[in-house]
């Protein structure tokens, strides 16, 4: 049995969640999601909770009961409160700013490298070397801040590049000098 996918959501009272046959819409005070349920899960709402229930013992059914539970809740979660990845610049000259709703950095190429913010997600830049990525729907914060991080990547020598906060980069020594013969 998945003890992921038989715990209960909690519904806060400011939070409205209407389930259909093969979809669930959560609607909050920061937005609203929506879901398609795969075949074979039935989603239960009472006036507080949601069940997640399983109808069939099959093999691809149990492996998504605790999938979509977690989904559901990562609705719940981010129409109340929100979700948020922070990244750091580190590099000689590496420099982030925000231009309206876009994102703009200057890493190290010849140009600056300009990253639209999708619908859903919004870009903080608290100093030029910090961003913030916040959005309601977790996969998408997730998925921007990874895209954001790829423009340039930490590099294994100098650790120069876009990280995660607290992320740590396994370092390499570089070139030995030879030895004199």
Same mark, same amino acid.
């Given at each position: ?15 409205? &969640?209407? &389930?259909?046959?093969? /979809?669930? $819409? ?23 909770? #949601?069940? &997640? ?7 691809? *059914?149990? /492996?998504? $009961?605790?999938? #979509? ?12 409160? +929100? ?6 610049? $580190?590099?000689? +000259? ?5 231009? +309206? ?9 010849? $140009?600056? *490298?300009?990253?639209? /913010?999708?619908?859903? &997600?919004?870009?903080? *830049? ?12 977790? =996969?998408? *914060?997730?998925?921007?801040?990874? =895209? ?8 294994p020598y100098k650790a ?22």
């Amino acid at each position: 049995m998945s003890r992921v996918g038989l715990t209960p959501i909690a519904v806060p009272d400011d939070v409205s &969640v209407s &389930v259909t046959a093969d /979809a669930i $819409h959560v609607n909050g005070p920061r937005g609203e999601l929506h879901r398609v349920i795969p075949a074979g899960i039935a989603i239960e709402h009472t006036d507080d909770t #949601i069940h &997640v229930r399983r109808q069939s013992e099959a093999r691809e *059914v149990r /492996a998504l $009961h605790g999938l #979509i539970r977690s989904l559901v809740a990562n609705m719940v979660e981010g129409v109340t409160r +929100g979700f948020e990845k922070r990244l750091e610049i $580190h590099g000689v +000259g590496y420099r982030a700013q925000k231009q +309206g709703s876009d994102l703009e950095l200057a890493v190290g190429y010849s $140009h600056t *490298v300009r990253k639209p /913010a999708p619908d859903g &997600v919004e870009f903080e *830049v608290p100093t030029p070397t910090r961003i913030t990525v916040r959005g309601i729907d977790k =996969e998408l *914060v997730g998925q921007v801040a990874a =895209e954001v991080r790829s423009i340039r990547a930490p590099e294994p020598y100098k650790a120069k590049g876009i990280r995660y906060e607290g992320e740590y980069i396994r370092r390499k020594a570089g070139k030995a000098a030879k030895a004199g013969g």
